[in-house]
């Protein structure tokens, strides 16, 4: 039975999973029924972070265009263009035993692609969720559904997998930006061009 989790809440997935190593972090929404003149392209992306907060440098941000970590331990399962269909839309694949030592979180996080040009933000999608399974027995372990009411964000950074000594966390985040991946990779040290 996974946890679904609230806002905020933050739980163990190793403790009660001892030797647990390689998770599957998955990802989707819908999208209302307003047209837009456009498909929605909602782009799922992994940063992986030291305790500054920030990455170290341009290859610890994992998306669509960097598919896999240079250690093996995030790989993205690729970029899925309309969101269409039930289950996860997106998926990125976690092995915490070669997660780099200097990295002690990986957060989360969705943007919509080229939101501007085609006048979409969060307000127009509906379910959105992340969960994570265990990819060994397929067991869902947990579940959060962004029941927020965003607006004009046009990212957000759904949740985050952190390191407290020798257990890996999960933390609920649920928190919108304006501004799309952009904002999103200044929040945490990419450089962008």
């Not at 501007?116 to 372990?141: D, H, L, P």
Request: aromatic share 10%.
């Amino acid at each position: 039975m996974p946890v679904n989790l609230q806002k905020g809440q933050k739980v163990s997935l190793t403790k009660g999973n001892p030797g647990l190593k390689k998770v599957v972090v998955g990802l989707g929404w819908d999208v209302n029924q307003f047209d837009t003149g456009g498909d929605f392209d909602l782009d799922a992306a992994a940063f992986l972070l030291e305790d500054s907060g920030k990455v170290s440098g341009s290859d610890d941000f994992v998306f669509y265009g960097n598919l896999k970590h240079p250690s093996g331990s995030v790989q993205h399962m690729g970029d899925n263009l309309t969101g269409a269909g039930d289950g996860d839309d997106e998926q990125i694949m976690i092995d915490l035993s070669m997660v780099p030592a200097n990295v002690t979180k990986i957060a989360f996080t969705v943007t919509i692609y080229d939101a501007e040009t085609r006048r979409q933000n969060f307000g127009q999608v509906n379910n959105a969720f992340i969960r994570i399974y265990n990819e060994e027995n397929g067991e869902e372990m947990l579940r959060y559904d962004l029941g927020e009411d965003f607006s004009i964000e046009t990212a957000a950074v759904f949740g985050e997998l952190y390191k407290n000594g020798d257990e890996w966390k999960f933390n609920a985040i649920g928190s919108g930006y304006q501004g799309g991946l952009a904002a999103l990779c200044e929040n945490f040290g990419v450089d962008v061009e």
